[in-house]
């Protein structure tokens, strides 16, 4: 979401003003009256400058990318609308403490922001806030369900019909009735926050805060269901395809109601902060249905017939939590600082009932509950003189005290038999710790040193199956580094930075995770069904050397450079799974200051980076199951993955002030460009680059590309008026093989076509607009 804080601190005011008073009775008294500069900014302190600007902005296509956020997805002008107001005795000068503002932003878009605040300085402060912003997904999105974006019931025309999704070409080719039917929705989902906030000085020590957000959302999220099998298709002797794949819009009716009420007490060596804080989620369905209408074998069922499925949405859930931070300083050199925090996270809703994939649950819900803490400390010296010292410490734990059993159903790949699984209530513990000193040699070289130790938890409490829920029982991370500052010259400073992690964890290979697939009420597999020898990225034992150095070089009062760079490496000690992994970045950015009224700058990036990967098959067959990891079977078949993502950016912008000031010109022009590269070798296979095969090579390139073209210019009528005209012309150019599967003629055998296409646009936008100032 975004933030913008447009209030101005009377404290800051009155300093300003006080500064700018001194240096003037400072001057000389001939000085004084020749400055009108000065007495003007000291004016325009004591009271500020409002604005208002109306005016048309608009595009020359539609675009769901484009206008992602910004609400400008539609072809067509909008109303340009930002406000800025201020005002109170309090800018006047004198004794008054009361101000008040309005504000707002973007108001003829649904990326509208409105605000008001008013105040009395020292007393008492009361600020009402409104944002909304749509999120603009997709436009290209086809279905042939029917049901509105929203809502969460969708079924097929009555004469759509039904088609087998066991042989080929299957989906691939369907009738001009049900290529008909197919129709584009704009898929977009809208956010409306509206927010009051309140605060009351009780003394001049002792102040109370409290805030309220209502967000409200609708509209729609894509996702993926997949249909039961083994159901009978009436009159037939066939069931209904096993995991048909349907796309859909997930309706997102939600609303969230956070509250935040703290005591805050400063004295004069220590500050002491108490607070709740509450959030309450709520969902207006709890389920979303679709029909379904792919068979296992061709069939005429009578017209109209199809399959019901239904996912549960996202369930109702409060979190309450306490927090109390605080800090105190012992002298002016030593500082503590700390707080702790508990909360209470619930989920009660009742399952949903009279689903066919439901066999039986041993309770009618989940009484989901999680009790999180957390605690940190830091402790700061500064009583040796160039020598800074610390000491912090986290704590962060999550609880789950969900219950966990065993739960019957039905997969999705069979109803015929009955599957096991039980709930997982995962739960970890992190605490982190960090020594660090900062010494300065002298005015022109400093170097700090730091020690980091992250150590993590993780378990169910009393899970169902009677063994260890996960893999990663618990992992310890240390890592020591390094970083010199040296000023060479006034105009030049470089910066070297090092350090070093090694991650190491203990694991239970004979876990028996949620993960697997469980076709028994004694289920035996074990280490997630993986292979011997694998360990999943995130917490595989990992050695990471990582390495930064940047210049900044003001070479005259008009030129001004900057590099930096960075490069990591990571070696994981993992016989399967990913082996090494690196990334590499440099950034450049430079300045040239032509005159008061002109300037450019420019900027240039590289990012790259790399892992490789291994896996590999056994002799066992795909599924690798056993009582124990001691019986897995080894793979015998090893092949390699490779994942290359790159990405350049580099772009020019200007600035140029024309007659006097009262033209200023700016110009931005900027082109990026992102690629990743998947590849992978089958060295056992010599056919693995058949055409028949394709197991091996590299995949297509996934590719994004962006150039942008910003011209804006604004011209003084007076004082008083502006006119400001501005120009964007940005073209995406994106390339994703992964949207080939959506597309009509290309999909799976048991996939309903969706046409969703990557994203492209060139578009140009128009804006002009008045601003009027005043005082």
């Known amino acids: 979401?975004?933030?913008?804080?447009?209030?101005?601190?009377?404290?800051?005011?009155?300093?300003?003003?006080?500064?700018?008073?001194?240096?003037?009775?400072?001057?000389?008294?001939?000085?004084?009256?020749?400055?009108?500069?000065?007495?003007?900014?000291?004016?325009?302190?004591?009271?500020?400058?409002?604005?208002?600007?109306?005016?048309?902005?608009?595009?020359?296509?539609?675009?769901?990318?484009?206008?992602?956020?910004?609400?400008?997805?539609?072809?067509?002008?909008?109303?340009?609308?930002?406000?800025?107001?201020?005002?109170?005795?309090?800018?006047?000068?004198?004794?008054?403490?009361?101000?008040?503002?309005?504000?707002?932003?973007?108001?003829?878009?649904?990326?509208?922001?409105?605000?008001?605040?008013?105040?009395?300085?020292?007393?008492?402060?009361?600020?009402?806030?409104?944002?909304?912003?749509?999120?603009?997904?997709?436009?290209?999105?086809?279905?042939?369900?029917?049901?509105?974006?929203?809502?969460?019931?969708?079924?097929?025309?009555?004469?759509?019909?039904?088609?087998?999704?066991?042989?080929?070409?299957?989906?691939?080719?369907?009738?001009?009735?049900?290529?008909?039917?197919?129709?584009?929705?704009?898929?977009?989902?809208?956010?409306?926050?509206?927010?009051?906030a309140a605060g009351l000085h009780l003394t001049q020590q002792l102040s109370l805060k409290f805030d309220f957000n209502n967000l409200v959302q609708d509209g729609a999220k894509l996702i993926g269901a997949g249909a039961l099998g083994g159901v009978t298709v009436p009159t037939t002797a066939t069931t209904w395809r096993a995991e048909a794949v349907a796309i859909l819009m997930n309706p997102t009716d939600y609303e969230t109601n956070t509250f935040n009420?703290?005591?805050?007490?400063?004295?004069?060596?220590?500050?002491?902060?108490?607070?709740?804080?509450?959030?309450?989620?709520?969902?207006?369905?709890?389920?979303?249905?679709?029909?379904?209408?792919?068979?296992?074998?061709?069939?005429?069922?009578?017209?109209?017939?199809?399959?019901?499925?239904?996912?549960?949405?996202?369930?109702?859930?409060?979190l309450h939590q306490l927090n109390l931070t605080g800090g105190y300083a012992f002298s002016p050199e030593t500082q503590l600082a700390g707080g702790i925090s508990y909360g209470r996270n619930t989920q009660n809703n009742g399952f949903l009932t009279g689903m066919p994939e439901i066999v039986l649950t041993p309770q009618s819900s989940l009484d989901g509950k999680v009790i999180t803490t957390h605690a940190d400390l830091k402790l700061t010296n500064r009583s040796i003189r160039n020598l800074s010292l610390s000491a912090g410490f986290k704590y962060n734990e999550r609880d789950n005290r969900s219950q966990s059993n065993v739960y019957q159903y039905y997969a999705l790949n069979n109803r015929t038999t009955v599957d096991y699984a039980a709930n997982a209530p995962y739960s970890n513990k992190k605490s982190e710790l960090e020594l660090a000193g900062d010494y300065r040699f002298n005015r022109q070289q400093s170097l700090r040193l730091a020690y980091n130790h992250d150590e993590i938890d993780r378990w169910c409490n009393s899970y169902a199956l009677v063994a260890n829920c996960l893999v990663p029982t618990s992992n310890t991370e240390d890592t020591v580094g390094a970083r010199y500052r040296l000023k060479a010259s006034d105009g030049l400073s470089l910066s070297l930075g090092y350090s070093l992690g090694k991650r190491k964890g203990t694991y239970d290979h004979n876990a028996v995770t949620p993960l697997a697939g469980l076709d028994s009420a004694n289920p035996d597999d074990v280490n997630s069904q993986n292979y011997p020898g694998y360990f999943a990225m995130p917490y595989a034992k990992r050695d990471r050397d990582l390495l930064k150095a940047g210049i900044n070089w003001q070479a005259s009062d008009r030129v001004d450079l900057g590099i930096e760079g960075r490069y990591a490496k990571d070696k994981y000690d993992a016989t399967l799974g990913v082996q090494n992994g690196e990334s590499t970045g440099v950034n450049m950015d430079a300045t040239f200051t032509i005159s008061e009224d002109a300037s450019v700058s420019a900027y240039l990036s590289w990012s790259h980076g790399k892992k490789d990967m291994r896996i590999g098959a056994s002799g066992a067959g795909a599924v690798n199951a056993a009582p124990s990891y001691d019986l897995l079977v080894a793979p015998t078949n090893i092949?390699?993955?490779?994942?290359?993502?790159?990405?350049?950016?580099?772009?020019?912008?200007?600035?140029?002030?024309?007659?006097?000031?009262?033209?200023?010109?700016?110009?931005?022009?900027?082109?990026?460009?992102?690629?990743?590269?998947?590849?992978?070798?089958?060295?056992?296979?010599?056919?693995?680059?058949a055409v028949g095969t394709l197991s091996c090579g590299t995949l297509p390139d996934i590719r994004s590309e962006v150039a942008t073209l910003r011209l804006s210019g604004t011209y003084a009528l007076d004082k008083a008026s502006k006119l400001a005209l501005g120009y964007i012309h940005q073209r995406l150019r994106s390339d994703d093989y992964f949207y080939n599967w959506y597309q009509y003629g290309y999909t799976g055998l048991r996939g309903m076509p969706t046409n969703q296409v990557a994203p492209n646009y060139e578009v140009h936008l128009l804006a002009a607009s008045y601003i009027y100032s005043f005082k």
């Not at 379904?292 to 109702?316: E, F, I, K, R, V």
């Not at 994942?643 to 931005?668: C, H, S, T, Y």
């Open 1 to 196: 979401m975004r933030t913008r804080d447009q209030d101005l601190r009377i404290s800051v005011l009155s300093l300003a003003v006080r500064g700018a008073l001194a240096a003037m009775f400072a001057l000389p008294l001939a000085a004084q009256a020749a400055d009108p500069a000065l007495e003007e900014e000291v004016a325009t302190i004591r009271k500020p400058t409002n604005f208002v600007e109306a005016g048309v902005e608009g595009v020359s296509r539609d675009s769901a990318k484009f206008g992602e956020y910004n609400g400008l997805n539609e072809k067509g002008a909008v109303f340009i609308g930002n406000i800025g107001v201020r005002g109170g005795d309090a800018y006047q000068g004198g004794d008054g403490t009361v101000r008040w503002g309005i504000n707002g932003s973007d108001l003829g878009t649904t990326s509208r922001e409105l605000g008001a605040t008013v105040e009395n300085q020292g007393r008492w402060n009361l600020k009402f806030g409104y944002e909304e912003l749509r999120h603009h997904i997709t436009d290209s999105y086809q279905t042939p369900q029917q049901g509105s974006m929203g809502g969460n019931t969708f079924t097929l025309p009555a004469d759509f019909g039904v088609f087998n999704a066991a042989a080929a070409p299957s989906a691939r080719i369907l009738t001009a009735t049900q290529l008909n039917a197919f129709h584009t929705e704009e898929v977009s989902s809208t956010r409306k926050n509206t927010s009051l």
């Open 261 to 318: 009420l703290g005591l805050n007490w400063i004295g004069d060596r220590g500050h002491l902060s108490g607070s709740y804080h509450a959030s309450i989620f709520k969902d207006t369905y709890d389920s979303l249905s679709y029909q379904n209408p792919m068979m296992s074998a061709a069939a005429a069922p009578p017209a109209g017939t199809y399959q019901t499925n239904t996912l549960s949405t996202a369930p109702d859930n409060q």
């Open 639 to 689: 092949w390699t993955n490779q994942l290359i993502e790159e990405g350049q950016a580099i772009g020019v912008n200007g600035r140029l002030a024309l007659l006097g000031g009262r033209l200023e010109l700016k110009g931005d022009l900027s082109y990026s460009k992102d690629t990743s590269t998947y590849s992978t070798q089958v060295p056992y296979l010599a056919t693995c680059s």
